[in-house]
């Protein structure tokens, strides 16, 4: 008899992503004209909760979603995925941003913060958690100062569920203390090259993020782009997972489609190894076309040819 698959809540923003292409940031005084590339729903916990639905994973949304346009369009989105809305802001809109894209595929963000910062644990009882499952989080709410009542909420979320947190740039702002207070034996982090070096020390990224496991106790997923990943875990040793080779059309919401796919993977039941190569290929699908929304359906995903 087939295992049912195991829910996970994804707790987070959805923000509007307005996507522009530059042929190089601009400096005081400038004048560049931009190619506008996109306009679309995105956010980390958005992008996570997309490639979860498309796998067909089950979602439990804790996406706050806003009053104005684009909570409108976060409504829009979200119905076309079959995620009620369940928690929605009175008066605030969704928040939005600008990614400002290179030709080389990097950008740089500015954000007008919304809705997404008004987490109380009034609000977060609401969620429904279940007993078995997955929690994701982003460091985009973590890092923020308010929210002191959803880093506590974490912290003492239920001893069956694992926590899958993917600190992204705002590791910078979180509070160390946060990061050792984390159960570390139910606690999944998703790691890029940068945000590695500045965890776990300067150095070979496999090499760091191994013995940041093995010293404190955590499951980490070291993404190195498109070499793949490693798997690094306190009582092993790392285990390196392939890339699939792609043309990159840019690489907006590559973490979150890697963190998306790995989740659904975990879901339905796959080992760890095997739900980050699933993590791989959703993350090379999605950066294979322009911004975040190319997380792939099963069956696209399972007729994708890759290079």
Known sequence: MKEPLLPVVVVGS????????????????EYW?????????????????????????PVINGIFVGN??????????????GLKVT????????????A????DGKRTYVSVPGCDDNWNREMLETIPLPEQGYVYASGYELANPTADELREWLLTSPTELTLVLDFGPRLIDIDPEFIQALPADRTILSLNKDEIALLCGVGDSMTQASR???????????????????ICQPDRDPEY???????????????DAHCGGMLAGLSQGMPLRD?????????????????????????????????
């Open 14 to 29: 959805a923000t509007g992503d307005i996507v522009l292409r530059l042929p190089e940031l601009p400096h005081d005084s």
């Open 33 to 57: 004209e931009a190619e506008e590339i996109d306009r679309q729903v995105g956010g980390c916990a958005f992008n996570v909760a997309r490639a979860l639905c498309r796998l067909q994973s």
């Open 68 to 81: 104005g346009t684009w909570g409108e369009c976060v409504t829009a989105e979200m119905e076309k995925l």
């Open 87 to 98: 928690l929605r802001h009175p008066t605030k809109d969704n928040s939005w941003c600008f």
């Open 100 to 103: 400002m894209m290179k030709p």
């Open 212 to 230: 940041y496991a093995k010293e404190y106790g955590f499951t980490i997923i070291a993404r190195i782009g498109a070499e793949g990943a490693w």
């Open 241 to 255: 997972v392939s890339a699939y080779k792609v043309k990159v059309e840019d690489r907006i919401g590559a973490g």
């Open 275 to 307: 739900a980050v190569d699933l993590g791989n290929r959703v993350a090379a699908v999605v950066v294979s076309r322009p911004g975040a929304n190319g997380a792939p359906a099963k069956s696209e995903l399972a007729d994708f040819i890759f290079g």
